[in-house]
T-cell receptor, first 110, second 117 residues
Framework: GENVEQHPSTLSVQEGDSAVIKCTYS??????FPWYKQELGKRPQLIIDIRSNVGEKKDQRIAVTLNKTAKHFSLHITETQPEDSAVYFCVSYSFNKFYFGSGTKLNVKP | GAGVSQSPSNKVTEKGKDVELRCDPI?????LYWYRQSLGQGLEFLIYFQGNSAPDKSGLPSDRFSAERTGGSVSTLTIQRTQQEDSAVYLCASSAPTGANYHNEQFFGPGTRLTVL
């Protein structure tokens, strides 16, 4: 089955700096890669997603890159703000199942 | 409009009892997903429904777990003979397929916190 690894597990940045979270996957058949943000005590929310026919996608301060050859994808947040503080999960989808990374706790210091 | 709702919000049960968790998806969302999240952990995918059918049930942790969906709307997740390791938050989500993409943004419910004593 698929194996998704996510790094780092915790990330602390200063407000205004950029944050990068990286994930690797093992199944070359994986074709959909969403990222979810989960604030403490709240439900996960989609922040961006990318499909295997695209290498990069951007939405304002958030971007995701996908390298199918290397089987890794990354989340980039620019100009971080305190409200970006949360746990971020990368996800891959393959053969009717979703596989979540272990999560990255992002702390943006004001 | 109304989001995904789940009931009960909290459930405390004794080991060995059966429990039934309910999910009401967003109206019109044909895809429905079940996950569980243990304290401080990531999400574990359990199963998803295309309409009333589940293409793959192998994500369910054991044969004590079953799920069904009727009328393309409400879904129930049943856990028989509960064990302490079943304690977790069970999350349901729904999404609306578009064009060639069946899986799109998933909207999550508030979850059911299950505690097995």
């Amino acid at each position: 089955g698929e194996n998704v690894e996510q790094h780092p597990s915790t990330l602390s940045v200063q407000e205004g700096d950029s944050a990068v979270i990286k994930c690797t996957y093992s199944d070359s058949a994986s074709n959909y890669f969403p990222w979810y943000k989960q604030e403490l005590g709240k439900r996960p929310q989609l922040i961006i997603d990318i499909r295997s026919n695209v290498g990069e996608k951007k939405d304002q301060r958030i971007a995701v890159t996908l390298n199918k050859t290397a089987k890794h994808f990354s989340l980039h947040i620019t100009e971080t703000q305190p409200e970006d503080s949360a746990v971020y999960f990368c996800v891959s989808y393959s053969f009717n199942k979703f596989y979540f990374g272990s999560g990255t706790k992002l702390n943006v210091k004001p | 409009g109304a989001g995904v709702s789940q009931s009960p919000s909290n459930k405390v049960t004794e080991k060995g009892k059966d429990v039934e968790l309910r999910c009401d998806p967003i109206s019109g969302h044909t895809a429905l997903y079940w996950y569980r999240q243990s304290l401080g952990q990531g999400l574990e995918f359990l199963i998803y429904f295309q309409g009333n059918s589940a293409p793959d049930k192998s994500g369910l942790p054991s044969d004590r777990f079953s799920a069904e969906r009727t009328g393309g709307s409400v879904s129930t997740l049943t856990i028989q003979r509960t064990q302490q390791e079943d304690s977790a938050v069970y999350l349901c989500a729904s999404s609306a397929p578009t064009g060639a993409n069946y899986h799109n943004e998933q909207f999550f419910g508030p979850g059911t916190r299950l505690t097995v004593l």
